[in-house]
């Protein structure tokens, strides 16, 4: 995890409900430099010893920043679960659609989302996320791709529909608006949550269950991506993938309907917490 102001938070391992240990004299920050050197095995004696000798603090409501900080590149894929395609009429791609989201939407699991000035459809979608632990070029198969992912995160990945579909273009044009990618609350490593299929993924919108499904329904698995991506790019420590979101959103829905100030979302995936952001006007 990490917690503090944005800009100013400090790296810390969860423990328990509402623990943490701080690991600031450890490493500066959870980055590129950390993932790519192997911080995350660097640590952990550490961290078991802080633990056991009873070093835990209480988080006493500090805020929680992303579980990382601001990667090289956010890449994102679309129409991955095979219900989110069959809810919008589309076809299951027969490779991933690839498209790119910008680094600094990247935000606090718990921080406000803002619907952008001019925005009249702003959705939700929430996704496994998945963070590079290492440069990644020419992977040779799937099963040696699972050797670069440093951990999974739970992420909102937001989107603005009439900037990506009506506007001509990339789909980048809305998927990267200031605060569309609240990440968090921790980054937990591969050990710890096993396969990943079959976690429920759910997202509340003003307490109505929006999105009800699991990762079953994901077309291209993690491990899969990130050695198809490497065929096309080189992936670097600490980069996120953000892999898809099942049907629920608001432009699935019959009529369409979309975010608006005052609403709270709340997206959960097993195994990787809860989130919660209230929805408000760019100022």
Not at 132 to 154: D, F, T
């Amino acid at each position: 995890m990490r917690i503090g102001n944005p800009g100013v938070e400090r790296p810390v391992i969860a423990v328990g409900e509402d623990g943490y240990i701080d690991v600031s004299d450890l490493t500066p920050d959870f980055d590129e430099a950390f993932f790519g050197s192997g911080g995350l095995q660097r640590i952990s004696k550490e961290v078991s010893a802080r633990v056991t000798a009873g070093e835990a603090q209480k988080l006493d409501g500090e805020r929680i920043g992303a579980p990382f900080c601001r990667p090289h590149q956010i890449i994102c894929i679309g129409l991955n679960y095979r219900d989110h395609a069959k809810e919008t009429g589309a076809q299951v791609p027969p490779e991933p659609i690839i498209f790119t989201k910008s680094p600094n939407t990247l935000i606090g699991p718990n921080d406000d989302v803002h619907i952008p000035r001019n925005s009249k459809k702003t959705d939700w979608e929430v996704e496994l996320g998945v963070i590079v632990g290492k440069r990644a070029r020419y992977i040779s198969s799937p099963e040696e791709a699972m050797n670069y992912i440093a951990g999974y995160v739970l992420v909102n990945d937001v989107s603005e529909r009439e900037f990506q579909l009506e506007r001509q273009g990339q789909w980048s044009k809305g998927k990267s608006s200031e605060t569309f990618n609240p990440a968090g609350p921790w980054l937990i490593t591969p050990d710890e949550i096993g396969d990943t299929s079959g976690l429920k993924m759910t997202l509340e919108l003003n307490g109505d269950l929006m999105q009800n499904s699991s990762t079953d329904q994901m077309v291209f698995k993690p491990e899969f991506l990130i050695y198809y991506l490497s065929q096309f790019m080189v992936l670097e420590p600490g980069d996120l993938i953000n892999t898809g979101t099942p049907p629920g959103v608001g432009l699935g829905q019959k009529p369409e309907f979309y975010l608006k100030p005052g609403d709270t979302m709340r997206l959960s995936i097993e195994g990787l917490g809860v989130a919660q952001q209230n929805v408000v006007n760019a100022p």
